[in-house]
């Protein structure tokens, strides 16, 4: 059974930056497909920076140059860097990580499994 625990929320000012942990326990490893979303209230979750099986990277547009997701080697711990934070960036942030590929576009595939989320409060 693979459990997954995000840590590193929390609020901050405008510009300034937070980094994001996700620690998987169960078997998981570097070979996991793994993301993360955010959901603000009353909307729909959304993927916002992927990574996959050899390490290659996907971001959504609006947190492009200013997010970094990786993981250490043993892929066991995913991270988002966040730096040049801004108050719209604000919501419950998850982390969802699945061993198989998808045909799916990264932002549209499903996750076997998934955190329970930390918040991040940017203030203005």
């Known amino acids: 059974q693979v459990q997954l625990v995000e840590s590193g929320g929390g609020s901050v000012q405008a510009g300034g930056s937070l980094r994001l942990s996700c620690a998987a326990s169960?078997?998981?490893?570097?070979?996991?497909?793994m993301d993360w979303f955010r959901q603000e209230p009353q909307k729909a979750r959304e993927a916002i920076a992927f990574?996959?099986?050899?390490?290659?990277?996907e971001y959504v547009s609006f947190v492009k140059g200013r997010f970094t997701i990786s993981r250490d080697n043993a892929g066991k711990t995913l991270y988002l860097q966040m730096n040049s934070l801004k108050p719209e960036v604000t919501a419950m942030y998850s982390c969802?990580?699945?061993?198989?590929?998808?045909?799916?576009?990264?932002?549209?595939?499903?996750?076997?499994?998934w955190g329970q989320g930390t918040q991040v409060t940017v203030s203005s």
């Open positions: 169960g078997y998981t490893d570097s070979s996991y497909y």
């Open positions: 990574i996959d099986s050899d390490g290659n990277t």
């Open positions: 969802a990580a699945d061993p198989h590929s998808s045909i799916l576009p990264w932002r549209n595939r499903g996750y076997r499994h």
